[in-house]
């Protein structure tokens, strides 16, 4: 941390946390863009249905870490493209899930390796030692606020 006297917003975690995710946001969605020709959105997308799927659209959004909204038109979009599909839902007869077409299982392929060098890269200016303890102390922060926010 900058100089622990300064109470000023820059020292905030959720702040910095937000400074973070945007860093991160910026530089994976130039890379699947770039790599893959999708935004970030379709990226999760296919990430988290790949990882975890079928979803229907309130499971994406909460897994794929979107909106509601974000989730709906990625998903409407790599439909179009033939890469996610639409099933009814046997569950629940009026909803449905989205799940990958072989295309998206392909793509898939080529999304989590983008996502593991991305995050292996974002990781390297830390030693083992140091990766342990921010993970450590990351999971402890996320289980401290959810446990919280119940």
């Known amino acids: 941390m900058k ?9 905030l975690l959720t702040y910095r946390l937000h400074q973070l995710n945007k860093l991160t946001e910026r530089g994976i969605s130039e890379r699947y863009q770039a790599k893959l020709g999708v935004s970030l ?4 997308v296919i990430a988290s249905v790949g990882s975890f799927g079928p ?3 309130m499971e994406l959004a909460r897994h794929a870490n979107l909106d509601k909204s974000q ?12 890469l996610v599909k639409r099933e009814r839902n046997v569950d629940d007869g009026r909803g449905v899930l989205v799940s990958l077409t072989p295309e998206g299982r392909a793509l898939f392929r080529k999304v989590m390796p983008i996502a593991r060098k991305w995050n292996s890269d974002m990781f390297d200016c830390l030693d083992e030692r140091e990766k342990l303890a921010f ?7 996320i289980d401290t606020v959810a446990a919280q926010s119940k």
């Open 3 to 11: 100089d622990s006297a300064k109470a000023g917003l820059e020292q």
């Open 41 to 44: 959105p379709e990226a999760r």
């Open 55 to 57: 979803f229907s659209i």
């Open 71 to 82: 989730a709906s038109r990625a998903a409407e979009g790599l439909i179009r493209q033939g």
């Open 135 to 141: 993970s450590r102390a990351l999971d402890k922060i």
